[in-house]
């Protein structure tokens, strides 16, 4: 049973009727079972991930997503929350410092989502809803969980940009 899993997560079938068992899908945490019953309207609904654009790491990960979703490109409207005109009460009042702190994304029903979860979101609107699915997962969570606050409690040391963000905006440095 778990060989077939194993290799139902690996290639993203777990859609399939064959991957999962009815009985092994009622174990699945409600994050993930919920995940894979998704219903497609035919109103284009974005999901809408906010990120700091002055984060190396952070825009690597959007340019891979924006180009995992370049036949798609309505799919996820990437807001640059480092840009002046930022404004939290357009995106479900995410303030700056809230965007700052931790990942946001908001979902096709208007929901946000935050840490690990907004990124089984984007992962899941790009076409790696396997990703997703795994990050979810109940023996993998608490592990990206952590991972996930240790990464955000110090990015901006990570990145270099520790002293210019101690004012909580951070500005692109002019030399």
């Known amino acids: 049973m778990f ?9 993203g079938l777990v859609r399939l009727p064959g991957c999962v068992s009815s009985r092994a899908a009622r174990g699945l945490t409600p994050a993930l079972r919920d995940h894979q019953h998704r219903t497609f309207s035919t109103e284009p609904a974005a999901v809408r991930v906010l990120y700091d654009g002055l984060c190396p790491i952070c825009v690597t990960e959007i340019r891979f997503l924006q180009f995992l979703q370049k036949n798609q490109p309505e799919k996820v409207n990437f807001i640059d929350i480092s840009l002046p005109g930022y404004d939290g009460a357009k995106y479900k009042d995410v303030t700056y410092e809230m965007a700052m702190d931790e990942m946001h994304a908001i979902d096709e029903k208007d929901e946000v989502h935050r840490g690990v979860p907004a990124f089984s979101v984007m992962y899941g609107a790009v076409g790696l809803g396997w990703l997703g699915r795994f990050m979810m997962w ?7 969980d952590k991972s996930y606050a240790i990464f955000a409690r110090n ?8 002293d210019e963000c101690t004012t909580r905006r951070c500005e692109k440095k002019t030399k």
């Open 3 to 11: 060989s077939k899993v194993r290799i139902c997560l690996a290639s």
């Open 138 to 144: 109940s023996p993998v969570r608490p592990f990206m």
């Open 155 to 162: 990015r901006l040391k990570w990145t270099g940009r520790g």
